[in-house]
């Protein structure tokens, strides 16, 4: 048996796309953008389970953060498992703050409320993910899955990321993987 801490490294910038082997769980048809992945884990964020029960003026309020009449309300997604009243903004490279991560190119992750006052005052990115809640993986746990076949992993994609619409971000990466999930067959039980 290949051994699953060394089957995977540098999963970071990657888009996470459940396979068929995630359907009828939590998980299926999920994306996960993968913002962390170290030797002690791995952390990302959905990016395609927007909540239907929480707005951004919600937020604002219970933050007490003032809005401006020009600020748009973000879709809220729900981010992961983990963590789930807090925030993570995934954004391109139009806002920056000390506590910003820069991840990638156009790619930026800021979990402080400054975000939180600029997405309100209108002055933050127009690209961006709200996210309540991240998804994160024990060492070695996010690989074991990859060895089980229960993702498949993309490249980041700042279209799919920011531009295509939530309900259609699992169906443009299997598009871009080249695969068309009613074709693939899932192997069940154990010999």
Avoid at 98 to 118: F, G, H, K, Q, W
Avoid at 164 to 187: F, N, W, Y
């Amino acid at each position: 048996m290949q051994d699953a801490d060394k089957f995977m490294t540098g999963l970071q910038n990657t888009l996470l796309v459940a396979s068929p082997a995630l359907n009828d769980t939590p998980w299926e048809n999920t994306v996960i953008y993968i913002c962390s992945h170290t030797e002690e884990g791995t952390m990302g964020v959905v990016i395609n389970r927007p909540l239907e029960d929480i707005t951004f003026t919600e937020i604002t309020s219970e933050l007490e953060i003032p809005r401006s009449s020009s600020a748009g309300d973000p879709v809220i997604f729900s981010g992961g498992p983990v963590e789930i009243n807090r925030g993570f903004v995934l954004h391109n490279d139009g806002y920056q703050h000390e506590s910003t991560m820069r991840i990638a190119p156009n790619i930026n992750l800021s979990a402080t409320s400054d975000i939180v006052t600029a997405i309100a005052r209108g002055t933050a990115p127009e690209d961006l993910n709200f996210c309540l809640g991240y998804s994160g993986w024990d060492s070695g746990q996010l690989e074991q899955e990859l060895v089980e076949n229960s993702w498949f992993t993309l490249s980041a994609d700042t279209d799919i990321l920011y531009k295509t619409p939530p309900e259609q971000r699992h169906d443009a990466c299997m598009k871009k993987l080249g695969l068309d999930p009613s074709r693939i067959s899932v192997p069940h039980g154990s010999a």
